[in-house]
């Protein structure tokens, strides 16, 4: 492995971003921001409520819920968004392009080598806030790093794999801390510092009992105040947050809003109403199909529109019978209309082709007319060849397919007997059996999903796109994929520094899962955002890590006096 060649690179990317540490500035033509007001909010996971408070769970969604309050070594930096002149959108579930990450908890960062380690050096002057009955009042210092990384790493929770490049983190001064690498890992700042499980966590808080959201207790913007299952997530602003932000020339203490508000709706209809009557300030997931309506009754909405950052399939299981068989998976591609889907179920407001990898992973993504013609045949509706494949493997007549889906999931709901009516076309009859969100998940992680299994999957980055599907063990794999030299490939990916090379490596692999077809490959949907008027600083960012908002909301402000004018 070369260690010196990875490290030379890396200490260069390093050693730039270290010279632009300082809070980003932002500048915009808005008058300057009058602090405090309640911010409402439907997030992108509005039917979801929040799934575990402790770090150790690993969790997906712990970011979302969890960011606002634990921070992290790294952030998107939201000073590049398209808003203020750069070309980030920020709607990646977990992708910060290279040139736009900051540094949150970390100041600057060094690459040193024999043997390959970063040197983390930690802003000084970072509080933890007094929480009664937990901790005391105390400072950020390097042992939180050390016991945040050893907490997660020795779940038996974790993922497997996820932590196996690094040797050893310790802390080597009171705001340095040091990670000495096994080998290189090309994702090493997703994995500790910006990712799904990074979140800086106080021991105090996992001896109270990190499960508690009453005792959660972090860093970041705001604290959380109030939690009720199934209906809210209630942030304050943290008064002692370290952080600031420059806007119109004028330094200004963050967070701006007094206030965060999660709301939990399940209900479509319900979330859609709370937003045109104003009791939602923001609402960051809207169907296609209510666009024009909301348009019409609330024309003052602002709007973003964006592809989803969830690949959307129907994964069959490849250890049941007969999905064994490659000529049955792609028969069950070919039964299905996809372009119909596009045209006529979401009126056009979807891409037939968007998954594994996302467009937006630019060197990394590859279009449909760029690919082979037998992954272009998946994406063609073709029911007699369909019938005849299925023959050809033993089931002329068909078969039952046992479907799980989620019921926190319209879209999905909807969509379900539309598959049902294609494939009775074949022979094949869907028997759907449709769970709450829980026991969906719990089905998957437990390896005990159903032989269909209808989901939409994150993205994540166009590296652990393919390893979170498709390589054995992994928890986010539906159709329990597993292939030894698919596996060996995905190792040396993680070990190239080069990311060109990587982005080679990464196609063929994209290449060959797509014409295996453990999936039944769907059309991605665009989504909408949308917000009133008053909700400034704000363009329809959704993430500054991975699934993580808090950054971004705790720089938004609510011109209340706007608010009183238009009659909310």
């Known amino acids: 492995m070369p260690h010196s060649r990875a490290a030379s690179r890396l200490a260069a990317a390093s ?30 996971y509005v039917t979801l409520s929040a799934l575990s408070w402790d770090l150790a769970d690993w969790n997906w969604k712990q970011n979302h819920d969890t960011g606002q309050v634990y921070e992290q070594l790294f952030a998107a930096d939201l000073s590049k968004s398209k808003r203020l002149g750069g070309k980030h959108s920020f709607y990646a579930d977990a992708w910060i392009p290279s040139d736009a990450i900051r540094g949150e908890l970390a100041e600057k960062w060094e690459w040193k080598q024999n043997p390959l380690r970063l040197e983390i050096n930690l802003r000084k002057g970072v509080m933890f806030p007094d929480k009664p009955g937990v901790m005391a009042a105390r400072e950020l210092v390097a042992d939180d790093v050390v016991f945040s990384f050893n907490h997660r790493d020795k779940s038996p929770k974790k993922i497997a794999t996820y932590f196996d490049h690094i040797d050893k983190v310790e802390a080597t001064d009171k705001h340095t801390v040091l990670f000495t690498f096994k080998n290189y890992n090309a994702e090493w700042d997703y994995r500790f510092g910006w990712g799904y499980y990074s979140g800086i966590i106080p021991k105090e808080v996992v001896d109270a009992g990190a499960g508690n959201w009453k005792n ?35 330094e200004t203490k963050l967070p701006l809003v007094d206030k965060v508000v999660y709301r939990t709706i399940k209900d479509e209809a319900t979330f859609l109403t709370a937003l045109r009557t104003g009791k939602l300030d923001i609402l960051e997931n809207i169907r296609w199909s209510a666009v024009d309506e909301l348009k019409k009754s609330a024309p003052q909405l602002k709007w973003s529109k964006w592809l989803s950052m969830s690949g959307q399939f129907l994964a069959m299981r490849v250890d049941t019978k007969p999905f064994d068989d490659v000529r049955v998976r792609r028969a069950l591609n070919l039964a299905v209309n996809k372009q119909e889907i596009v045209k006529e179920y979401y009126g056009g407001n979807a891409e037939l082709f968007a998954y594994p990898q996302h467009p937006d992973y630019l060197g990394y ?14 994406f063609t509706y073709n029911p007699e060849k369909a019938k005849k494949l299925l023959a050809e493997a033993g089931v002329p007549k068909g078969f039952t397919l046992k479907v ?12 379900i007997p539309l598959l049902a009516a294609y494939y009775e076309q074949v022979g094949v009859k869907l028997d759907i059996q449709t769970m709450e969100y829980g026991a969906f998940l719990s089905a998957m992680t437990t390896k005990t999903n159903a032989p269909g299994y209808l989901m939409n999957n994150g993205h994540t980055n166009p590296t652990t796109t393919i390893r979170k599907s498709f390589v054995k063990g992994q928890v986010w794999n539906p159709s329990q ?33 797509l014409d295996k077809a453990p999936y039944v490959w769907l059309p991605t949907p665009y989504i909408f955002t949308a917000w009133w008027p008053w909700v400034k600083n704000y363009a329809g960012e959704l993430r500054a890590g991975a699934v993580r908002p808090g950054p971004i909301y705790a720089r938004i402000w609510v011109d209340q006096d706007l608010k009183k004018k238009m009659g909310h």
Request: some cysteine.
């Open 15 to 44: 050693v730039a971003v270290a010279l632009s540490l300082a809070t980003p500035a932002f500048s915009q033509s808005e008058a300057p921001p009058k602090p405090g007001g309640t911010l409402e909010i439907g997030t992108v």
């Open 216 to 250: 959660i207790n972090g860093t970041g913007p705001f604290q959380l105040a109030e939690f009720v299952q199934g209906n809210s997530n209630t942030y304050v602003k943290n008064p002692n947050y370290w952080g600031t932000e420059k806007i119109n020339g004028v």
């Open 365 to 378: 993504f590859e279009p449909l007319e760029a690919m082979p013609d037998s992954i272009k045949e998946l």
């Open 404 to 415: 799980q889906v989620c019921a926190c999931n319209p879209d999905h709901i909807d969509l």
């Open 481 to 513: 994929w597993s292939d030894p030299e698919y596996d060996k490939k995905m190792d040396a990916v993680y070990l190239e520094p080069d990311e060109s090379k990587r982005q080679a490596m990464l196609k063929e692999m994209t290449r060959e899962i």
